[in-house]
């Protein structure tokens, strides 16, 4: 069982017009300014799972400003979901700067067979992840609902990029402190989070925060999957950040690093099992 738990998906509607999306919201452009930067509908997600191997993915839209985009793009997810479902997970996204509006979108994602919320992107919807005030509704109704929660994290270090932001470690280990019964999942390995959970404090911290792969073959080397396998092998999750990178490619990768294939198998798919709680199955 091989799960991408960061995925994207956009409608064709939002594809074929994008020039005017660029204009809606500042963190879009940022992304998809340059017509090189991939954008990918259902159809041609499942192309790439069934290329790679890939047997069931986490899906979501972009987390945009305004709520009545995220509406229309979990208004997508949701039709895709019912179309796949035996491959599609679908995650809503919603803007917790919106205050009750957001939480009214929550309830709708949850009804509409939703599993959980995100990517959350703080820096382009206007909010901080350690903001109590504006999190806790989120957070109250997500545990309401046994939703994780993903956010987009990035490096305080190392080279720009569109979409670099400014979710540190930092900012990750106060929400978990301020919220310890939210299940988290870090994008981007939580802009390094991971390693500071060799930190017996942290560690204590994070009991209930997770870390994905996506867009690892842009950030570092190779050698994190295999120092990951060592210190945190239940806490990995495989992911891709589609259709930045194709799952195909990725898992050539990861399968090419020196580690216990009981460890990659959970990596790949039996860490993300566990958290998503989808019952009796992988280990």
């Not at 500042?26 to 799972?49: H, T």
């Not at 901080?128 to 270090?157: F, G, I, Q």
């Not at 194709?246 to 099992?273: C, D, H, S, Y």
Request: some cysteine.
């Amino acid at each position: 069982m091989i799960i991408d738990f960061h995925t994207h998906i956009t409608a064709p509607e939002i594809i074929e017009r994008r020039d005017e999306y660029l204009v809606r919201d500042a963190w879009f452009r940022d992304l998809y300014a340059n017509p090189k930067a991939r954008l990918s509908s259902a159809k041609e997600l499942i192309k790439a799972m069934d290329e790679g191997g890939v047997d069931q993915a986490v899906v979501f839209g972009f987390g945009w400003q305004d709520m009545d985009l995220c509406r229309r793009d979990n208004d997508y997810v949701m039709e895709s979901v019912a179309r796949y479902p035996e491959r599609l997970i679908g995650f809503g996204v919603i803007n917790p700067a919106a205050g009750a509006e957001a939480i009214q979108e929550i309830e709708r994602c949850a009804a509409g067979g939703l599993r959980g919320l995100g990517e959350l992107m703080p820096d382009g919807q206007g909010y901080r992840l350690d903001d109590e005030k504006t999190m806790a509704p989120v957070v109250e109704a997500a545990l309401a609902h046994d939703m994780p929660l993903l956010t987009h994290c990035s490096e305080p270090v190392g080279h720009l990029y569109p979409g670099k932001g400014t979710v540190t470690p930092d900012e990750v280990i106060r929400f978990a402190r301020l919220f310890p019964e939210a299940r988290l999942v870090c994008a981007h390995w939580g802009g390094g989070t991971i390693f500071y959970e060799l930190m017996p404090e942290v560690s204590r911290l994070m009991h209930n925060v997770y870390y994905d792969t996506a867009a690892s073959l842009y950030l570092y080397q190779d050698d994190i999957f295999t120092l990951a396998a060592r210190w945190a092998p239940g806490k990995v999750l495989f992911a891709t950040d589609y259709p930045l990178i194709t799952p195909q490619r990725f898992i050539e990768r990861m399968k090419g690093v020196r580690m216990p294939t009981v460890t990659l198998r959970r990596m790949l798919g039996g860490n993300a099992w566990r958290v998503l709680k989808l019952g009796e199955g992988p280990a």
